[in-house]
């Protein structure tokens, strides 16, 4: 349920409201807004009907209304706004369109540096490097680990540029946290609760990917075990799934993106280099990233693709991605000028 009080109710209304939410048995989850206060409450066995009548009738209760999505906190009927998430220095889900950008791996300090003195110059804002690396063969480059995080550390304080890196498993979750800006969780990793809900209380705004073979429901179901566990700050990441089609790593699901501005009130991000598999086309689903209304992108770029411990054949060369941020300045001054008339109507 969620419960829309009048505008500039009073303290003593909503203090009262949530003790009323406590006697029918359910429990207050999150309480939003300045102005116009929305309560989310959360719980089982309570009388729903009951509970919504009674509170319509209330005083300070504007609507009290029963979430049908199964997703409540991520959904557009608790939400209306966008969700805006700081890392660093950039802002996910405003005004701006955020350009993530890095090697898959950080394979050592001369490689990390370089790339992301180079992303940052061309116009990027946010560092991306695996220090965890989820791999299908267990014999492949594995990461580096917490050296992995000390050299993104100082890639950040070199540049300026926020960091995100994936967190394979919750038991790693402080120890990542410590060093990033954005926690990522990989496609692999779309549905291990455990990681989910630790995430949930890591203090720290998480990317979540799209499973190789999730729905969009089920990416909204992870997305909500995070925000149900105490983090709102999560942002959703189209990056490709399975079908039967051969000539791409995977299938991008560009609809996904409209289809997740449609249900979601969270950031949306595009990963265009895992959705291709392949260098040449990165740019071109890069344009119609921005075009359909993403937020930002995640890109892999990498110093010398033909030597990367991993996804070389996808990773942009520098001169690449200044190219890609050429191409794309117009679509962005496009994307820019749409977003500010959407916040300003809001
Ligand atoms: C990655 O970002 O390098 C990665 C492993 O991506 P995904 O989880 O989408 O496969
Ligand atoms: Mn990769």
């Not at 406590?22 to 116009?36: K, N, P, Q, T």
């Not at 089920?218 to 399975?242: D, K, P």
């Amino acid at each position: 349920m969620i419960i829309s009080m009048r505008l500039h109710a009073t303290k003593q209304e909503i203090d009262h409201v949530c003790e009323r939410i406590a006697e029918f048995g359910f429990r207050v989850h999150s309480i939003e807004g300045a102005e116009r206060v929305v309560i989310g409450v959360v719980g089982v066995g309570g009388d729903v009907t009951a509970c919504l009548e009674s509170l319509e009738a209330t005083p300070g209760v504007e609507r009290a209304v029963r979430i049908s999505a199964q997703y409540k906190f991520v959904s557009k009927e608790f939400r209306q706004e966008r969700t805006v998430i700081r890392a660093g220095k950039a802002e996910i889900g405003g005004d701006q369109f955020v350009m993530m950008a890095g090697p898959c791996s950080v394979e050592n300090e001369k490689q990390i540096m370089e790339t992301a003195y180079a992303v940052a110059e061309a116009g990027a804002k946010v560092l991306r490097g695996g220090a965890f690396k989820p791999r299908t063969s267990p014999y492949d480059f594995q990461g580096m680990e917490g050296d992995g995080l000390k050299l993104l550390a100082k890639a950040r304080e070199a540049t300026g540029l926020a960091v995100i890196t994936e967190v394979m498993s919750d038991s790693d979750v402080s120890l990542v946290a410590e060093y990033a800006d954005v926690m990522q969780v990989g496609a692999r990793n779309m549905q291990n609760f455990a990681l989910l809900k630790s995430l949930g209380r890591c203090g720290r705004p998480v990317m979540l990917k799209r499973g190789l073979s999730s729905t969009i429901k089920e990416l909204l179901m992870s997305a909500e075990y995070i925000v149900a566990h105490g983090n709102s700050q999560v942002m959703l990441c189209e990056r490709g799934i399975r079908t039967f089609e051969t000539a791409t790593r995977n299938t991008c699901d560009i609809t996904a993106v409209p289809v997740l501005n449609e249900l979601t009130h969270l950031p949306v991000i595009l990963d265009p280099s895992h959705a291709t598999g392949k260098r040449s086309l990165v740019p071109a689903l890069a344009k119609a990233g921005v075009a359909i209304g993403a937020d930002g992108m995640i890109v892999e770029v990498h110093p010398c693709p033909e030597k990367a411990v991993s996804d070389g054949a996808q990773s942009l060369t520098i001169d690449g991605f200044r190219g890609m941020m050429r191409d794309l300045k117009g679509y962005i001054e496009l994307w820019t000028r749409e977003r500010a008339s959407e916040l300003a109507l809001a």
